[in-house]
């Protein structure tokens, strides 16, 4: 299936397969257009938005029941596309805000916070969305669709989930006019637990977050 034929008059926009890829190439299209810098003061509203409508596809795909695919040995969809370069616009893009910490998994206790980057997450988004692009392009929709839900449950999914919560933080901050913790000089190569955080942690005003990214405050 060619690029030209993805939406294809003659394919149901009711079938759950063209519905989900609609969304997945909604969201690659757009981030790619984001990580070319013409519009910063967007750029985290519009990834919110984006991240937001990919879970509910992620959320939908969770939902459905265990899609097995045709051949016993996933087919070989070609070399993975470079993400170098949008991983350099994006985290140039975010940078005041790229680095944020998260947990990985809630349910696991006494689990220390580890740093992120969201240029990094979203990346990994896109090569697994895209892996499954490849098979449905290919006319491989029953891959396609076992591929997306399965890396929706082990990476994509927890992934995405916990961008969409830094952006939303960082909105939240901004918006509410609250003073944001800075993890200053802290990088995603270090471990890091709740002590380290704290003394890692700097004060800044929320207009130092805003400015760089076109964002306002709240009067």
Partial sequence: MSDATLHATDQNPDDFAVQIADQVESFLVAVMEIARGDEPESAV????LEVSQLLLAGGRLGAHEDIVPDERY???SGPEPDVDELRENLARLLDPIDVYSEVFDPYEPRKAPVPARISDDLTDVITDLRHG?????AGRTTEALWWWQFS???N??????????ALQS???HVRL???LAELDGLDTDQAMGDDTLEIEAGRV???EIAEPLGLRPAK
């Fill in 74 to 76: 996933e087919p070989d």
């Fill in 156 to 165: 994509w999914g927890s992934t995405a989930s916990a961008t969409l919560r």
């Fill in 45 to 48: 509203p519009f990834l919110l």
């Fill in 205 to 207: 005003m929320v207009e």
């Fill in 133 to 137: 692009m490849a098979h449905y392009r």
């Fill in 170 to 172: 960082v909105l939240a």
């Fill in 177 to 179: 006019n609250q003073p």
């Fill in 152 to 154: 929706y449950f082990s």
